[in-house]
């Protein structure tokens, strides 16, 4: 058999301040790091990065990743890591038993998936078991089964942020945000083994209608490619688009030193999109109901102005308009909101109220005392008069 040869890309970084999103990255060249002595299927690295486990051909080596050298190997059809521990990780095996290794060392703990029919095995968080439609999770200290959360399609991968408290279930035809409670499990495992699992582990934050080509957790923000070849990022159940894709793209990675996302097709043409993590944190705090930290990092200038319309919509959509109408700059966004919070200022220039009073009756229709209230202080009453009887239709 012929022996693969693993290499790793070296990027040239492009200034932060003077990258274009979506140019080319150049390449600096590529640093062979080694032969891997099977055909890789999977190629997973471990939480800090320093180790890099392959798996295929039924069986799995975990190398060093700076050079390739040996650290344990065996057999298994599936591998995961888990996210605390650098040496903590699962496999499943060929007679589909999970066993669990702490410390590339086997802890003797493993276990049969009954709640599932068993297709496949992510790690993370908690170990997860995948059948057609459902995802069975399981305890790394026990292997005792924790809950299992059902959906409408085949599942295709898990996402488990740093923290260890929330997970992405991204399915065919959607992707579900949940969050986990490790406070009740354990109070739950304390109490002794359930077959029937742990009640309310999990809880649906949020289920978005898009299908997840790849992605990663940033902070409390999920960042991911979507089959529709665009490269979005959800917070709280909302879902902001940061660029349209003109190919099938993937992500490689966010660093948080450069505030870039970087992604490559599959000819390894690399291309970046700024993504600030100030943003992120901000309004990570937004959803948190904390807006003295939010406030704290608006005010510090981490956030430039250009950013503030943005900012100003994702406040509106979490329904804190009067906060999104101190941040808005933008004129016209600045007028829809000071209609729904009823705070409309006298001085704006008479041509841009005329200009945007047509948007304004459809978006938002006032009363018509209120209107001719509003005018009769903004124009004379000719003006208010001109203007109704030119006007197809009058605010109910």
Same mark, same amino acid.
């Given at each position: ?51 890099? @486990? ?13 050079? /390739? ?23 499943? &095996? ?39 439609? @459902? ?21 295709? @991968? ?18 579900? !945000?949940?969050?986990?409670?490790? &406070?009740?499990?354990?109070?739950? =495992? ?29 902070? &409390? ?22 660029? !349209? ?17 970087? /992604?490559? &097709? ?9 993504? =600030? ?37 994702? =406040? ?56 001719? !209230?509003?005018?009769? !202080? ?5 003006? =208010? ?12």
């Amino acid at each position: 058999m012929v022996c693969p040869l693993l290499s790793q890309p070296c990027l040239f970084p492009p200034p932060p301040k003077t990258a274009t999103d979506g140019e080319s990255v150049r390449l600096a060249g590529e640093k062979d790091l080694g032969t891997c002595e099977l055909y890789p299927q999977q190629c997973l690295h471990n939480n800090n990065g320093r180790f890099l @486990a392959v798996c295929g051909d039924g069986e799995y080596i975990v190398y060093t990743a700076g050079v /390739l050298r040996n650290k344990c190997f065996g057999n298994a059809v599936d591998f995961g890591w888990s996210t605390f521990g650098t040496g903590d990780y699962a496999i499943r &095996d060929q007679d589909l038993q999970v066993k669990i290794f702490k410390s590339f060392k086997d802890t003797g703990i493993s276990f049969r998936p009954s709640e599932v029919d068993a297709e496949c095995m992510w790690g993370g968080a908690l170990i997860a078991v995948k059948s057609n439609d @459902a995802v069975a999770f399981y305890d790394w200290d026990t292997g005792y089964y924790i809950q299992r959360i059902d959906v409408p399609a085949m599942p295709k @991968a898990v996402y488990w942020n740093d923290a260890g408290d929330k997970v992405i279930i991204a399915t065919r035809e959607a992707f579900y !945000h949940l969050t986990f409670n490790r &406070d009740k499990m354990e109070e739950t =495992l304390s109490q002794g083994r359930s077959e029937d699992g742990v009640d309310e582990a999990f809880v649906l934050e949020a289920e978005i209608q898009e299908v997840v080509r790849s992605g990663q957790w940033v902070g &409390d923000c999920f960042l991911y490619v979507s089959k529709s070849g665009r490269l979005n990022y959800s917070v709280g159940g909302q879902t902001m688009t940061l660029s !349209h894709l003109d190919r099938k793209m993937y992500m490689l990675g966010y660093v948080g030193r450069e505030n870039r996302v970087y /992604l490559c &097709d599959k000819q390894m043409n690399v291309t970046s999109y700024l993504l =600030l993590t100030s943003v992120l944190e901000y309004q990570t705090w937004v959803l948190r109901d904390n807006f003295e930290e939010a406030n704290a990092i608006l005010n510090s200038g981490a956030i430039p102005d250009t950013e503030n319309n943005k900012i100003s919509r994702f =406040l509106e959509s979490q329904g804190f308009r009067e906060e999104a109408l101190e941040v808005a700059n933008d004129p016209e966004q600045r007028f829809s909101l000071a209609l729904q919070v009823k705070k409309i200022s006298l001085q704006q220039p008479t041509v841009s109220w005329l200009a945007w009073s047509q948007r304004w009756m459809d978006d938002c229709p006032p009363s018509l005392f209120l209107f001719s !209230h509003l005018f009769s !202080h903004l124009f004379s009453h000719l003006l =208010l008069l001109q203007f109704i009887s030119s006007s197809s239709s009058f605010p109910n």
